[in-house]
């Protein structure tokens, strides 16, 4: 309890304000709608959503660009490298998110080891209308994941429109076309991504080739007011050469620094291909009936091809001359890999929505799919050391010198075909509660999968109240169990077989929330503040490989965390819309009763600020800045150890990017314009400044053995430094 005490004495100061109940008003017998917060697109009854601008993340300052940008700013996001698009909530992995296009969920590539091998986000900031970001708590219509839920839905053109961004790292296009009755629209989006100049600002002698390209697609047909089609599709196809030559790596303390310098012989190839087809049928009869049937299928073709071989020394300095003193090891090892994975997944699914007065919803669900998981592994690692390889055999005969044995080895070769079942079924209700506002939502959803024949069941609920006070306040209390289903990475265990006895992990949440809106110099503010807490069990310990989860493959630990998350929203800056997030947590696991210790990702402390601005004077001159502050997480143990042996934290995670523009042209201030320049909507030139002090952050750990004592030496993998971009932006009407 004395955990809670600090985070409980913060919500404290917003209940000193006056709780005068308003003057009683009329009522009426005619059903009035209640209203908590001003009325948004995209309808969602999840009091855990936070609506996130679509027009904010295209404007954001982010090397992985897009909605993810902006999310990474939320204060129960974390992320420790700025290259890839995925994200941690509340002590959870990456595997731990859910994300969906227009309610279908999304599938992100399984493979990536490296964030510099990821590309483009699926999700297409250009195409977006409504983001609703849930960190916990989530209604049961979200699937069987323990961390968040992340709901995108694309836009309808009112009219034609092509708009279009070319900066050094790539560029896109977008069409968009609606017909003169708007029966049909149809939105088109191209892009182009090369991140070669950017990486080349890791300080590698290294020769990147990444090359990322996708497109997608929505069209719409309405038939009638009733009844209409529409269809998402989408392609992406990543290539990522890598060709190391050496690299020198200072590392250690001021007393004791140490060199790793490392010759590299060999390539990296990797190829990452995913396809998507979304039809829907939606059908309105009414204003208290929905129905809408989806048809879906999905399908990911990876190859990590790599070979490559190399020799190092590491040595230590004398830190008042810089000359050598000791040579702790000089050796090499061979790193193979050639992975090939196969997913595609298929399936229907159908909802309803019953509502029979303005207050009141019903909503129902139903959804298969079909899956097919076709993966072949062959990935081993030899350490060699002044002869020896490592791990070796000790031996006394010198006529049995003892076998040659690998750091590691990983071989499979898997194929399933199972099938998933869910259902959910939830109901919402607003009503008065004396003079006061109160909102319920409350549901379970149910699923099973074939292939470890194992049937959950999740109920889920939310609670919030709005007093009638003249403070505008909202208190909000959700929670319930919350499964991680298993999937390719949960299933495959550190030999690279297919485990069909694991269960789905659980997680027992409980989120308090408080939300107050109030007025500062004339301009709209939002304070959040949240509480949680999550109890889990058949955790399956994982190793952080990078950016790669590496599951253990065993349900054999157990697991709590608990965070307060504190957000300050609005126009710092009149017209436009900023924050701070500031966030505290903690994760632990116990692995087979062993004890406590951090999970690889304990968050602790972050801070983190999105910024706008712009000039009085001139207000088509702006800035944007992305801060963010984070402690260091805990390296993990090299995989296949003891994770109980290697307790350490990389150093803070600290960046700064700033993007500034010149908006040349926009319709919105009624400025005429003539000729070639008449044709255009939206002209704007930017320049990004990314890691604008240049700060040299560490990802991960790479573990070098030192043969004379055994000891593994963590070497960090540095991150991206200061890069300048150019970018321009422009919009035909």
Known sequence: MKKLVLPLSLMVPMLVFSQTKKRDTARTTDIEEIVFQKKVTGKTNDLTAVKISAKDAQNVASISGGIEGVIKTLPSVNSNTELSSQYMVRGGNYDENLIYINDIEIYRPFLIRNSQQEGLSIINPDMVSTVNFSAGGFEPKYGDKMSSSLNIYYREPEKFELSGEASLIGGRLTAGLASKNKKLTALFSGRYRNANLVLNTLKEDTNFNPRYFDFQT???????????????????????????????????????????????????????????????????????????????????????????????????????????????????????????????????????????????????????????????????????????????????????????????????????????????????????????????????????????????????????????????????????????????????????????????????????????EFTMYNRPFKLTTELYYKKMNNLIPYYMDNVRIRYS?????????????????????????????????????????????????DQRFRFAMFYQDYMPEFPSMRVNLTLTYAMGLPTGAPVLTDPYTYQRTLPSYKRVDIGLSKVFIDRKDNKKTYGFWGNFEELTLGVQVFNAFNIRNTVANQWITDANTNLMYPVPVRLTGRFFNVKLEFKIK
């Open 218 to 516: 929505y069209l719409n047909y309405h038939i009638n007011d009733k009844f209409s089609l529409s269809f998402i599709g989408y392609y992406s196809k990543n290539d990522y050469e890598m060709i190391p030559k050496e690299q020198s790596i200072d590392f250690g303390s001021l007393q004791r620094p140490i060199n790793l310098s490392v010759f590299y012989n060999g390539k990296e190839d990797d190829k990452y291909k995913n396809m998507m087809g979304t039809f829907s049928m939606n059908y309105k009869p009414s204003d208290k009936w929905k129905f809408t049937l989806d048809a879906f299928s999905y399908q990911n073709r990876e190859k990590e091809y790599y070979t490559i071989s190399s020799s190092y020394i590491l040595q230590t300095f004398d830190p008042i001359t810089g000359d050598p003193t000791t040579s702790y090891d000089a050796g090499g090892q061979i790193e193979h890999a050639r992975n090939d994975l196969f997913v595609r997944t298929y399936g229907a699914q159908f909802r309803s929505r019953f509502s029979p007065n303005p207050n009141t919803d019903i909503e129902v669900g139903f959804k298969y799919e079909k899956e097919n998981l076709k993966d072949l592994t062959n990935e081993w690692k030899l350490v060699d050391s002044a002869g020896y390889s490592l791990p070796h055999e000790e031996f006394v005969d010198p006529r049995n010198p003892g076998n040659l044995e690998l750091m590691y080895n990983i071989s499979g070769n898997n194929h399933i075909e199972p099938t998933r079942m869910s259902a959910y079924a939830q109901y919402s209700q607003k009503f008065y509660w004396g003079s006061s506002k109160v909102f319920v939502n409350a549901g379970a959803r149910v699923s099973n999968w074939s292939f470890n024949k194992e049937t959950i069941f999740s109920p889920r609920a939310q609670f919030a109240i709005k007093p009638d006070w003249d403070s505008d306040m909202l208190f909000k209390l959700s929670g319930g169990i919350y499964y991680q289903s298993p999937f390719y990475k949960e299933i495959k265990d550190l030999d690279g077989n297919f485990n069909s006895n694991i269960k789905s992990q659980r997680s027992i949440q409980a989120i308090l929330a408080n939300d107050y």
């Open 553 to 601: 493959g065993q349900n054999n630990a157990t697991g709590y965390a608990y965070g307060i998350d504190t957000r300050l929203f609005g126009e710092f800056v009149p017209g436009v819309d900023s924050w701070l997030s500031a966030s505290y947590a903690r994760v632990y696991e116990n692995i087979e009763g062993k004890g406590d210790i951090p999970r690889p990702t």
